[in-house]
């Protein structure tokens, strides 16, 4: 399995700021961990070629998707946009013999996470890749807002993936 197209991008906002390189070196390692998270998938066992979005925003970007598509008027950390209700490893559903599978779209606030990257005492690189990975388990299927069973279950898919990550750029680092 290819998970090729996790294109990081940055809209155009009010900061001419560009991306910085460090976050832009993540896209490999968090290809190379999604990939190996969803190869363990039964319902990614035929797919060759995964593609997902994820992009870095402002808050008023985020702000407004957050009102138009939840009926939230307030800037969030990271919003989701699945393309399948359910495609949870834990899950079953009707078998679908996929060659290439679009997921969906990740939307990040920069702000709300360097706001949060300071409030937990870790980098802003280490809070997008925990943020990513929110939003990626979301588009499979996971929402932790459903019931406190559900919320664990998806803290330890995240937790698990987050600390793979992590591993993984120590060697890099």
């Keep these: ?6 294109v990081v991008k940055k809209k155009a906002s009010k900061d001419k700021g560009q991306l910085s390189l460090d976050i832009l070196s993540l896209q490999p390692v968090l290809e190379k961990s999604f990939q190996t998270y969803l190869s363990k998938n039964p319902h990614f066992h035929t797919v060759k070629k ?3 979005t994820m992009t870095l925003c402002g808050k008023a970007k985020i702000k407004k998707l ?3 598509y939840r009926q939230k008027n307030y800037a969030t950390d ?5 393309l399948y209700d359910n495609i949870r490893p834990d899950k079953k559903v009707k078998e679908q013999l996929f060659r290439e599978i ?3 779209d990740i939307v990040i606030c920069k702000e709300v996470a360097k706001s949060q990257a300071q409030e937990f005492g870790i980098t802003f690189e280490q809070e997008v890749i925990h943020l990513a990975v929110h939003g990626l388990l979301h588009l499979l299927g996971f929402d932790h807002e459903i019931s406190k069973k559900e ?12 600390n793979k990550i992590y591993k993984k750029l120590k060697k890099i680092v």
Excluded: Q, R, T, Y
Aim: proline residues 3%; aromatic residues 4%; charged residues 20%.
């Design 50 to 52: 995964v593609n997902l």
């Design 78 to 82: 990271v919003l989701s946009f699945p």
């Design 1 to 6: 399995m290819v998970l090729n197209n996790i």
């Design 102 to 104: 679009d997921l969906g």
């Design 151 to 162: 919320e664990k279950i998806m803290e330890a898919h995240e937790s698990e993936l987050v």
């Design 66 to 68: 957050n009102h138009s």
